[in-house]
């Protein structure tokens, strides 16, 4: 594994992550956490080493204003920071001696909505896309949180921040701004999705409130390019339970093995 550290435009820092296979690549893919995600996610190593298994170079990176090692503060995390970071990584990554294209992109969340957004805006540069529990328009997302968990929005808007703790270790927290969510209400990326030509592949849990099934088929439907939706039976917005990681694991493999 070999680290860089990438600056954007406002010399803020974004560290990656590079893995490189034993034998000769046959391709290049992006990793994307979601909001308060990181890249050591132990889901997203998972489905790294999938990628890795299969001879891809793997390039894992912190978003900005997240729980990994890039600069920014959780409060300030957003949608458009998402896209942005992504853009910048591809733009620093392609005059490197690994990068070739057409690349794949495995985003989670917002990382997933930030794959979206750039599949649409130039889609001969990917070859395929992995979408896991897509967040892709912010009205959508908070109409499934106002059906669900009116109490908690109302509370949310009202202290405007909402504390965050990850699951798999407490000690990294902080605070969710509900300005997120206005920000994410900028975009409606299912209306522009038939610009996708390459394989998309879909993945959410049945009980996810971000990214219900309802979200995901109204984004499938839109989709005209080789498509494959699938939701996992017992999955939440991330994957910590062992059966759950088994499935997202073959699902991976299996679709890679067409694509």
């Known amino acids: 594994m070999t680290k860089f550290i990438i600056k954007n435009k406002s010399n803020e820092s974004i560290i990656a992550n590079i893995l490189k296979p034993k034998d000769k690549p046959k391709g290049l893919v992006f990793i994307l956490h979601g909001l308060a995600g990181f890249k050591e996610e132990d889901y997203l190593v998972t489905c790294a080493h999938i990628f890795l298994d299969n001879n891809f ?7 900005r204003h997240s729980f990994g090692e890039s600069d920014g503060d959780l409060k300030n995390a957003c949608f458009s920071n998402f896209i942005q970071d992504f853009e910048t990584v591809l733009n620093w990554a392609k005059d490197k001696e690994f990068y070739q294209e057409p690349i794949y992109a495995l985003g989670h969340s917002l990382g997933a909505g ?61 605070y969710i701004s509900f300005d997120h969510i206005i920000d994410a ?19 959410t849990g049945d009980r996810d409130i971000s990214s219900t099934k309802k979200i995901n088929e109204d984004l499938f439907n839109n989709l005209n390019s080789k498509k494959e939706l699938h939701i996992i039976k017992g999955g939440t917005h991330t994957y910590r339970t062992q059966e759950n990681k088994k499935e997202l694991e073959t699902v991976l493999k299996e679709w890679l093995s067409k694509n």
Do not use: M
């Open 57 to 63: 170079i793997v390039f894992l990176y912190d978003a």
């Open 114 to 174: 930030a794959v979206l957004y750039e599949a649409i805006k130039n889609p001969s540069l990917f070859k395929g896309i992995i979408c896991l529990n897509p967040v892709y328009n912010g009205n959508k997302l908070l109409d499934s949180y106002q059906q669900t968990k009116p109490d908690f929005v109302l509370k949310w808007q009202q202290e405007k921040y909402l504390y965050k703790e990850k699951e798999s270790n407490p000690l990294r927290n902080g």
């Open 185 to 203: 209400k900028k975009y409606h990326l299912e209306t522009k999705a038939s610009a996708i030509t390459c394989p998309v592949l879909l993945i």
